[in-house]
């Protein structure tokens, strides 16, 4: 069965600096891969998506995240966090029927001043 | 234009009580999804649609919670005589085609509480 894990379940940082958030799979085949943000109330937006060819993929908002086979991850990173951008950040894993995807369970995004 | 729409946006229901919830999909998508998010959790898969037909309801997590979508448009997600562990964030989203390689575009949710 396929399974996401995100091991930061909370992330602090300043804006400005640079973010990673961490993803791991497990499944089978070749995955297709999500990052979805959640803000306060509302429902998930997607981020960026990774399907197959170039491992580095690039997002709205100024994301990328990159696919690594061989570490079975998919960590987003943004070069420079603004205030907007906390927030909660969700990684999902889908299969042949991808809207049929399995979610880690977030990551709590705060920015400090 | 129109996203996903649900309502109501919250609902309180006394355990016990039998609850709708709605789903008006973006105009023209094929396929629907609800899941279910707890709090401090990602959404977990409940069931899908594609147009009227309901293709997979592994994720149901008992025959107290039941889905349809007889023209295969709006949906309602219906659970009888709710329980406590019934409270959650239910998400509705759909998708142009037959999924694949489409991502879901979700609505806001109904937080449900069941006291």
């Known amino acids: 069965a396929q399974s996401v894990t995100q091991p930061d379940i909370h992330i602090t940082v300043s804006e400005g600096a640079s973010l990673e958030l961490r993803c791991n799979y497990s499944?089978?085949?070749?995955?297709?891969l999500f990052w979805y943000v959640q803000s306060p109330g509302q429902g998930l937006q997607l981020l960026l998506k990774y399907f197959s060819g170039d491992t580095l993929v690039q997002g709205i908002k100024g994301f990328e995240a990159e696919f690594k086979r061989s570490q079975s991850s998919f960590n987003l990173r943004k070069p420079s966090v603004h205030w907007s951008d906390a927030a909660e950040y969700f990684c999902a894993v889908g299969n042949t029927n991808a809207g049929k995807s399995t979610f880690g369970d977030g990551t709590t995004l705060t920015v400090k001043p | 234009g129109a996203g996903v729409s649900q309502s109501p946006r919250y609902k309180v229901a006394k355990r016990g009580q039998d609850v709708a919830l709605r789903c008006d999909p973006i105009?023209?998508?094929?396929?629907l999804f609800w899941y279910q998010q707890a709090l401090g959790q990602g959404p977990e898969f409940l069931t899908y649609?594609?147009?009227?037909?309901?293709?997979?309801k592994s994720g149901l997590p008992s025959d107290r919670f039941f889905a349809e979508r007889p023209e295969g448009s709006v949906s309602t997600l219906k659970i009888q005589r709710t329980q406590q562990e019934d409270s959650a964030v239910y998400l509705c989203?759909?998708?142009?085609?037959?999924?694949?390689?489409?991502?879901?575009?979700f609505g806001n949710g109904t937080r449900l509480t069941v006291t």
């Open positions: 499944y089978g085949a070749t995955p297709y």
């Open positions: 105009s023209g998508h094929v396929s």
């Open positions: 649609f594609q147009n009227e037909a309901q293709l997979d």
């Open positions: 989203a759909s998708i142009p085609g037959q999924g694949y390689n489409s991502p879901l575009h």
